[in-house]
């Protein structure tokens, strides 16, 4: 499934003490290979510790430095995790702050510190040299090894950088060249001191850099127990994957400090191939890189520990929802706005269910109206009702409209679709697509010829899960003239509907109307209702449940990932909510309704992209409707 296990730690440290050091380096090296990771970054100068400041020019330092790293490449030896240490080389007379690549006992590689920070608190020009060193082979410990900034350490399709403090708070930070040039994970080692708001600026930054260049980046700061004379340091460790934070360590720990996280390879990999921006940097960031190969022996991670985001459509903190709740509701208001400015109307239709999505659409419009100071009087819903529909959504659909003050009004089109039937000679009692599709047909028909003569735009109601299932019926509701649903999922609606009586509307009505709809089963109400007219045809009965086919939409157009890695991905992340038997059903009817279903979204109706993902065939999309799903499933 190429996911990598890897490391951050921030070990105990005392001043220029290096078999302290080494012994506590030695620790988090054993805890990270107990917990199956195959990297391990420390921190800037972590063999002697940050804080020496003079002691760094004494001669004994340096030597004492280069013991300490050749008792650990004895102690490495069989040991297949890359080990990626902050230490002091010595090269042409000069010092350099480095970074020593470490596997199996072997020295693959010293990267130097590019920038060196020489102002307020720092002054580390007074005892290193810049890195800006061409590619070498270099001497250390009698071995050869290769010295320089542009180097890339690689197993098969990953690939990695290393950059240390400074590097990247630069404009143009190291890891930028190592990324454009291959490097799938970046690691930092720092030395970086807290002030006052430093902290969020910093994981801001290293958010930032991992989601710019669809990396995973290793963060390693040096301990609080470095020299706190005018200094204080953090222990803090992080590690991102594509700009989302995948583990994190607390602050200020005076003890050996080790996270781990798992690296999805895959994941990054499609997304800079789907980056058009970031293949195109490689033709003015080019750079000669020297690739080092790593004999890893093999990819075991343990236990599959990732935490996967089974709701992907919402942020993983609760508490940033409400601010993206808001910010949907002003994009569908502004997308209207800008739509009924074009065609000079104030005026919109739309059908009424009493479903989830023609909910929604409704109470969008309403906002809309409201910040377009329109009166919602020129609001026209219509419901109706038909040989499947229930009292219960047509109670709903009735009472809301008549809260929320818009024009109703109510057509039964069993008479029509009854006499549609003897017009084609359909049998009434077959319950095929036909006796369904009619009554999705009849509506649309309605709908349209009423916004022809009330001069209004008919909206669309359908959602990015029905759009991506092709849940609809072609030329029914499948077809409107504007559809602000279009890129809002099944699993998200229900949420901006809860978030709407919560904070929008101060009527208890409106409220319990609401928490109704959302409880109520998702159904077209295509067929007849059973004897107490409650409703039979429950959609996820048929195609299972939404919350996977969202779940799937997202990975197979987002991410790209093949049927198998959304399966484990699905397997681990509803673990206890669903069982494997209906996730691979599922799965399987997603892939396969996707593809058959690619000639209903060639001809679907403008509307805005609001998600992530769009299926319009005019924007996010370029897909064949005669596509074959064999390859996929």
């Not at 023609?358 to 329109?374: D, E, P, V």
Request: charged residues 25%.
């Amino acid at each position: 499934m190429n996911f990598i296990r890897v490391s951050a730690a921030s070990p105990k440290t005392n001043i220029c003490d290096i078999e302290f050091n080494v012994l506590n380096i030695k620790k988090c090296i054993n805890e990270a290979l107990n917990k199956k990771s195959k990297i391990v970054v420390f921190p800037e100068l972590s063999i002697t510790s940050y804080t020496c400041f003079d002691l760094f020019l004494k001669r004994t330092t340096l030597e004492k430095s280069y013991e300490g790293i050749k008792n650990i490449l004895e102690f490495s030896k069989s040991k297949d995790i890359l080990i990626i240490l902050g230490g002091i080389f010595e090269y042409n007379n000069s010092l350099f702050n480095s970074a020593f690549i470490i596997h199996k006992g072997r020295v693959l590689g010293i990267t130097p510190k590019t920038y060196l920070p020489n102002y307020q608190e720092f002054y580390e020009k007074r005892y290193f040299t810049e890195g800006f060193i061409k590619l070498t082979k270099v001497k250390f410990l009698n071995e050869e090894t290769y010295f320089g900034t542009d180097i890339l350490f690689s197993y098969k399709d990953i690939k990695i950088g290393v950059e240390i403090c400074e590097d990247l708070w630069a404009p143009i930070p190291k890891s930028s060249y190592l990324s454009i040039n291959g490097a799938n994970i970046i690691c930092n080692l720092s030395a970086s001191n807290e002030t006052n708001f430093k902290h969020d600026s910093r994981k801001n930054l290293i958010r930032f850099q991992s989601d710019k260049l669809n990396c995973a980046y290793i963060y390693s700061n040096s301990n609080s127990t470095e020299s706190t004379t005018d200094l204080i340091f953090s222990s803090y460790a992080c590690i991102y994957e594509d700009g989302k934070m995948i583990s994190e360590s607390d602050r200020f720990s005076d003890e050996n400090v080790l996270i781990t996280g798992l690296i999805d390879i895959d994941s990054l990999n499609t997304h800079r191939v789907n980056n058009i921006t970031f293949r195109d940097s490689f033709k003015y960031y080019e750079r000669d890189m020297k690739v080092i190969e790593v004999d890893f022996e093999n990819m075991d991670f343990g236990v599959f520990d990732k935490k996967i985001n089974i709701t992907p459509f919402l942020h993983e903190d609760e508490n940033k929802n409400f601010e993206i709740f808001e910010e949907i509701f002003l994009m569908q208001a502004a997308s209207l706005r800008k739509r009924l400015n074009h065609i000079k109307q104030d005026k919109i239709i739309l059908g009424i269910s009493g479903g989830l999505d023609s909910t929604l659409a409704l109470i969008s419009c309403h906002n809309a109206f409201k910040i377009m100071n329109i009166e919602s009087k020129n609001i026209l819903a219509i419901t109706m009702p038909g040989l499947g529909t229930s009292s219960r959504t047509k109670n709903n659909a009735i009472n809301l409209c008549n809260e929320l003050n818009v024009t109703l009004k109510s057509i039964d089109i069993t008479k029509a679709i009854k006499q549609h039937f003897l017009d084609i000679d359909q049998d009434e009692n077959l319950f095929d697509t036909t006796y369904e599709n009619s009554q999705a047909r009849e509506r649309t028909q309605i709908l349209m010829d009423l916004a022809n003569k009330e001069n209004a735009l008919l909206i669309g109601t359908g959602d990015l899960s029905e759009i991506a299932l092709g849940f609809s019926t072609y030329n029914g509701d499948h077809m409107s003239m504007y559809n602000i649903n279009c890129s809002i999922p099944k699993t998200l609606i229900k949420h901006l509907l809860k978030h709407y009586y919560e904070n929008y509307n101060e009527s208890t009505i409106v409220q319990n109307i609401l928490i109704d709809i959302i409880n109520t089963p998702i159904s077209p109400e295509l067929l007849p209702t059973d004897e107490n007219n409650n409703i039979l045809q429950k959609t996820e009965k048929i195609i299972g449940p939404y919350e996977l086919h969202d779940f799937f939409l997202y990975h197979f157009i987002k991410n790209n990932l093949s049927f198998e890695k959304i399966k484990f991905l699905a397997l681990n992340g509803f673990n206890g909510i669903y069982n494997e038997k209906l996730i691979e059903a599922s799965l399987n009817v997603f892939i396969k309704k996707f593809f058959q279903n690619q000639f209903k979204r060639s001809s679907m109706p403008d509307g805005p992209k609001i998600t992530e993902i769009s299926l319009s065939p005019r924007g996010d999309l370029k897909m064949s409707s005669d596509s074959s799903y064999n390859s996929f499933i």
